[in-house]
């Protein structure tokens, strides 16, 4: 058994990492035919891509996936500890499956993601979800099959997580959610410790996958017909500084963009290494998509400062006007925290200000949630949460307006819409333009998802565009 060890976690050495090769054992290829499998993914977009990897091991262990948690021989929960909600709704679903192994004894229940790598959460499981079958770990995701394997045969919980820096594995198997849209991961874990973020301590130190293996693998999405590709990290602009002298994220782009797969996406930039290499790259590549997330969390230094950002709210605007004054038409979104411990009311109407000066095409917007281990849980923190909603309600406010805003200059234009599937609304598609905005449209002909249509926009509202096919 190994337990989390946040100690261990931050710890940040100059040894290198190990690379390890996935391979399957074959005595437990294919073992459990006839078997069903339900994943339950909980957020970002890196623990989706994980569990792409865990279904394609699970698969090739025999099992096939189930809709219905109720039809299922093993339920594994891939988790999220960024804030307290993905928590609570993880336990709830714990509590659900209680019931079904009431029902079911041979039902095997496991718990893997950021989750798990909390101390307190392993310690939780060990004293009162004595069901729970099997908890893994972010860095050894790739253990899956002998770790279900032995919860299978063993009334022993099994518990493996492990909170050294991290390995970097190549070749795990991939089952993709959909067959003209990927994730690439490029490289691994945070190194930029903000004070109010479990991710260095769940995800482990950066570590970039090499260049030749990302390339390899896009070009192979490119031959499979795939039309977009998201390059995936914590902090995807570190891309390289553990791996190179002289190739970095702006380098990565151009190679990926000269491959010529339609759409190029990246998430998530700290604005700290978003350099002017990058943008030179993005306005030249127009398969590049000119839509830039870039997290602020707030307009006053002061408080920038206490959540170790590493630049102030004058740097995040220079680099925010020379975005936009160098990419043509792209969009800036971003994430912004109320309430930090420490914000008073001039600080929150700092963050205004910023949003009144970008106004931004789209924003997250939350109320700080303590996560247990960081040093924001030992700042002092006057504000009442009636006060932090109120700033939360205003600031939406704000943000919802810019959005609308930004929307109503489409109306009229046509715009290159990727097909996601059919809308909501009844007779109507939807998809995402070059800038990321959702377009719900109508078409004529029949179009397929994966398609790259001209859409023409009809109406702007505040989340979403109305259009019509041309
Ligand atoms: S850069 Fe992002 S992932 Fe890294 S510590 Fe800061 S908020 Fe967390």
Redesign the pocket.
Known sequence: MHLPDYKEARSRSKKKYNRIDFKIDNSIEKKYVGKKYYLKTYGCQMNEHDSENISAMLEAMGFVRADDYNDADLVLLNTCSIRENAHNKAFGMLGRLKHLKGQKKDLIIGLCGCMAQEAKVCEEILNKYKYVNFVFGTHNIYQLPEIVDRAVSSSKQQIEVYSREGDLVEGLPVVRDKNYKAFVNIIYG?D???T??I??YTRGRERSRKKEDIIEEVKSLVSDGYKEVTLLG??VNAYGKDLYDDYDMGDLLEDIAKLNIPRIRFM?S?PWDFTDKMIEVIAKYPNIMPSVHL?VQSGSSRILKLMG?RYTRESYLELFHKIKDIIPNVSVSTDIIVGFPGEEEEDFLETLSLVNECKFDNAFTFIFSEREGTPACRLKDNTTLKEKEDRLYRLNDVVNKYFLENNKKLEGKTVKVLVEGVSDKKDMYFGYSDTNKLINFTCEKEVNCGDIVDVQITSAKTWSLDGKCK
Do not use: E, S, W
């Open positions: 945070c930029k410790f903000c109010y973020c991710v260095p914590q902090n998530t700290h997290p950002r």
